[in-house]
């Protein structure tokens, strides 16, 4: 497969390498004259020295061809740009681009960019993930639906400890479809499957449902919190 | 009117004194504080120093109720994602947008944006200038 890379940076320097270790053809363009000789010298003769979003260098590399442009520089304006020139004016079946903020996301689903890749949100959740306060992290927003895969860490005292997944009352639309107890073994859990403190529960819902599946892992075993998640739904 | 202008440099700076001078209600933003310097001593508009491709930024200066937007930064690329943004997010009715790139300029005014290349205009304009007395040095011999 032909892919271009938009952008020599970190980022891109290691994407290239990796699908040149896959056996694609790739091209990355570069802005950085000696970013882009750099990435000649130690990846071989795959890098053009130009500025991705100008329709010239466009043309020189080959995106009437490309079946894949990633567009991966440190700007999103450019990568934005990179990306919906790739798509309107050289019909590239994909285009990937890189967010570094978080908040454009949305924005450049607005304007067309569906395969969207956030460094930033990735890091921030890898973070949350230490942090106690924050017992659910998103891991992957599924295409279209609204739905999401999500990971919850069940605290000790939890009210679910000692439970069958069955008897969890779990807000609409969602699954459990794994969990990991704390030696780090996974299991594919059945209805019978009990809960343990520290298990860490991936589970798939819908993103409004986020706070709810939360609470339905984590809410401490109180005495008046046991009631709705004795009853079956 | 309400116009909303991105970019004080010397283009931005002197529309936004047009229209003030005209009595529109114009809010202008820059990245740069110091930019502003180039706007004149009465202008009686509002200044922002701030991000145009933030959505706080540009929903805080009031993008939202805007009747008209203006992009004329310095990069392109910039312009283009600001003017989608205010004209796909924010539903403003009018949105121009200055894009240098002639190629560029011509794609997204395909793809439905408002736009003016100075580059083409700008060199238009000069061979107009050129051709509207044609006269050469040999022509007299």
């Known amino acids: 497969m032909y892919i271009i890379v938009v952008g020599g940076g970190k980022v891109g320097y290691y994407l290239a390498k990796e699908l040149v270790e896959e056996g694609h053809e790739v091209l990355v363009i570069e802005k950085d004259k000696l970013k882009a000789d750099r990435i000649a010298e130690e990846l071989g003769d795959i890098s053009l020295w130009g500025d991705g979003c100008e329709a010239s260098t466009m043309e020189m590399a080959g995106f009437g061809r490309a079946e894949m442009v990633i567009a991966v520089t440190g700007d999103d304006e450019d990568n934005l740009v990179a990306c919906q020139v790739a798509k309107a004016k050289f019909n590239v079946p994909r285009a990937v681009a890189r967010i570094n903020n978080p908040k454009n996301e949305e924005i450049f689903k607005k304007l067309g960019i569906d395969t969207t890749v956030s460094a930033t949100a990735a890091i921030l959740a890898q973070i949350e993930q230490e942090i106690p306060t924050h017992p659910l992290i998103p891991l992957l927003r599924l295409k ?56 860490e529960v991936v589970a798939v819902t819908r993103t409004e449902n986020e706070d709810a599946l939360r609470s339905a892992f984590t809410s401490a075993a109180a005495s008046g919190s046991k009631g709705p998640k004795d009853k079956k739904r | 009117m309400k116009v909303v202008i991105m970019g004080c440099g010397r283009v931005g700076a002197e529309l936004a004194s047009m229209l003030d001078r005209e009595g529109q209600e114009v809010t202008i ?3 740069d504080p110091d930019a502003f310097r180039r706007l004149p001593a009465g202008f009686g508009g509002q200044r922002h120093v701030g991000n145009g491709i933030d959505q706080e930024v540009l929903s805080r200066i009031g993008v939202g109720e805007a009747d008209a937007f203006v992009v004329v930064t310095q990069g392109d690329n910039r312009n283009v994602m600001a003017a989608q943004m205010a004209k796909h997010i924010f539903g403003v ?37 050129l051709e509207r007395e044609p006269v050469s040095r040999g022509s007299s011999d």
């Open chain 2, 93 to 129: 009715p009018r949105v121009v947008c200055r894009i240098y790139d002639p190629i560029r300029e011509e794609l997204y005014h395909k793809l439905g944006l408002e736009t003016i290349s100075p580059t083409k205009v700008g060199a238009r304009l000069l061979k107009e200038a």
């Open chain 2, 29 to 31: 933003l820059d990245l």
């Open chain 1, 144 to 199: 279209g639906g609204g739905l999401e895969i999500v990971e919850v860490k069940v605290p000790m005292n939890a009210a679910v400890v000692g439970r069958r997944i069955d008897d969890i009352l779990l807000p609409p639309q969602s699954i459990v479809a794994l969990v990991i107890d704390k030696e780090g073994e996974p299991r594919v859990p059945n209805t019978d499957t009990v809960m343990q403190g520290g298990d």
